[in-house]
């Protein structure tokens, strides 16, 4: 690889940032190591050295690549709701989580394979927790305007109901991705339809989901 100018600092980062986000999507969390990267680029490990001193900067930096991919990916249920207010709003977000196509299913590997790297290290496990938090809040803010519309009962926080949607929708991610045979999308579709119906209803005991 040819380096960039000198003191052009950030399009080198770009450049590292992008061979981290192709050794992840090639080899998933459990093949992100400094000497991957480094084959990737093209580059010695001492030139990453330079931006990640240890495997934990790496994993670091790889997270915050995820986070700019899961922000620019195409999301075709909520494009499909655009105009469009309330649970049909929630139910698009949810769908768009799932992975219901070969893109969303790589997706999906790849921040699962994650967990187990976010978890090893406490100050990873708090930016992984704040991630879901943010999604957790916007999707209350979803539910509160279907309860608005009386799509959603009103004696809950919408927080609760947020929460239990994306519990639902991650534990029907790891069992599509673990038996994709058994959780086509079709499935996937009215099992998260039925959660959502159970929702409405005020029902406890949502089918489906984590099993």
Request: glycine share 10%; with cysteine; proline share 5%.
């Amino acid at each position: 690889m040819t380096p960039p100018a000198r003191g052009d600092h950030e399009a080198r980062r770009r450049d590292v940032s992008e061979a981290v986000r192709r050794v992840l999507a090639d080899r998933g969390f459990g093949g992100l190591t400094l000497r991957a990267v480094a084959a990737e680029l093209g580059a010695s490990t001492g030139l990453l050295t330079h931006y990640f001193p240890h495997k934990r900067a790496l994993v670091a930096h790889a997270l915050e690549v995820l986070d700019r991919q899961a922000a620019e990916r195409h999301r075709p249920a909520t494009e499909a709701a655009a105009g469009a207010r309330g649970l049909p709003v929630l139910r698009a977000a949810l769908l768009d989580i799932l992975p219901l196509d070969a893109e969303g299913a790589a997706a999906n590997r790849i921040w699962v394979g994650s967990w187990d790297a976010a978890l090893g290290d406490a100050e990873l496990t708090a930016g992984h927790a704040e991630r879901y938090r943010r999604a957790r809040r916007r999707m209350a803010g979803l539910c509160a305007e279907a309860q608005e519309l009386g799509e959603l009962p009103a004696d809950r926080p919408a927080e609760e109901l947020a929460a239990r949607a994306q519990s639902f929708a991650l534990g029907l991610v790891v069992q599509a991705l673990f038996a994709p045979g058994e959780f086509p999308p079709e499935r996937q579709r009215v099992l998260l339809d039925g959660f959502l119906a159970d929702l409405a209803a005020g029902r406890e005991h949502a089918r489906g989901g984590t099993g």
